[in-house]
């Protein structure tokens, strides 16, 4: 791929390998450096360092070789499926799985583990690294998420989260006390101090819109919310709860999470924040209509094991 742009005079300062990040949103920081540091990036015609600061005007250009494409080897991992039909697949997954293959995991992925109960995926939809996966969760939330298992199956679940017919409801346990409904109406792109993070306004934002419910409160220190997305952009719940004050307990990238949680628990509870290891985020419904019958279906969760843990000690803890 070759790009070429101008510097703005937003860009009038800054180092290079920052203002190429942002035209390059798919690549991390590291792999522009290396690029530039191979020579694949002129500024006005001569190879610069990274550290080098750009001037209003100056004409970027870049020869960046697409990534190689990964195999997605099936791999014997058990999985939970609340539904299977011949068109979509609804499946739990657990917390410290990532969804499909990237840089840092190759291997041990949700995709993985699907093709190995499902060998037909291979091929649905348009990414051979994703083949059936419509939407994401995290690493470290946990919950329910629906699979195509055909062509037409994709692309119909793509236009309803697009459209935003299709409902994704989260629990989570936020530090604080929040009011007891709201929506978040506010954009969110790519963090201009670290790549690998999210923030409202940020680089390139997009709309996003989060809806949330208080179902109980612990005392003023914690909550249990019921969240619905809107819209379904990278890390949403998070960047927004963080936003408004009440960052997701146990989120070690937003908010402090995980160091609030542990603070403003008992001391007899820190223990037990402090075991969680992971963000308190669990997708528990799910609806859509359904590809091939054309009715609409819902599917609910319980609250996995260590949320349930959380929330009885917080209930036993009589925090007012």
């Known amino acids: 791929m ?13 180092r290079l390998d920052i ?19 191979d020579g694949r990036v002129r500024v006005n015609g001569r190879d610069r360092r990274s550290s080098w600061r750009l001037t209003e005007g100056s004409a970027v250009w870049a020869s960046v070789p697409p990534p190689p494409e990964r195999r997605v080897d099936p791999e014997a991992v058990d999985l939970d499926f609340p539904h299977v039909d011949d068109h979509v697949i609804v499946v739990r997954k657990p ?10 995991s190759t291997s041990g992925t949700l995709v993985n583990a699907l093709l190995h109960h499902f060998p037909d995926l291979n091929g649905v939809g348009s990414d051979p690294e994703r083949p059936g996966i419509v939407h994401r969760l995290d690493r470290d939330t946990s919950g329910l998420m629906m699979v195509a298992r055909t062509d037409a199956a994709h692309a119909s679940l793509q236009a309803q989260l697009r459209d935003r017919s299709a409902t994704r409801v989260y629990a989570a346990i936020v530090c ?6 709201g929506t978040i109406d506010a954009p969110i792109g790519r963090s201009t101090r670290d790549r690998t993070k999210y923030t409202v306004g940020g680089d390139r934002q997009r709309d996003a819109v989060t809806h949330y419910e208080v179902v109980q409160r612990y005392g003023e220190k914690f909550a249990l919310l019921d969240v619905q997305l809107e819209t379904g ?16 307990a146990g989120d070690a990238t937003y908010g402090k999470g995980d160091r609030r949680a542990v603070e403003d628990a008992p001391p007899a509870l820190r223990p037990q924040f ?10 528990r419904r799910l609806a859509f209509v359904h590809p091939s019958s054309g009715e609409r279906v819902a599917f609910d969760d319980d ?18």
Do not use: K
């Open 274 to 283: 402090a075991a969680v290891g992971r963000q308190l985020l669990h997708a």
């Open 19 to 37: 203002v190429l990040s942002q035209h390059l949103p798919d690549l991390s920081r590291s792999q522009v450096q290396r690029h530039i540091q």
């Open 303 to 320: 609250l996995p094991a260590d949320m349930q843990r959380i929330a009885a000690a917080l209930r036993g803890a009589n925090l007012g």
């Open 176 to 181: 604080g006390s929040p009011p007891a409904s």
């Open 95 to 104: 917390a410290g799985m990532v969804v499909h293959p990237t840089d840092s």
């Open 2 to 14: 070759t790009l070429e742009f101008v510097a703005t005079a937003a860009d009038e300062g800054r």
């Open 233 to 248: 952009r990278t890390h949403q719940i998070r960047v927004h709860l963080t936003h408004i004050g009440h960052a997701v």
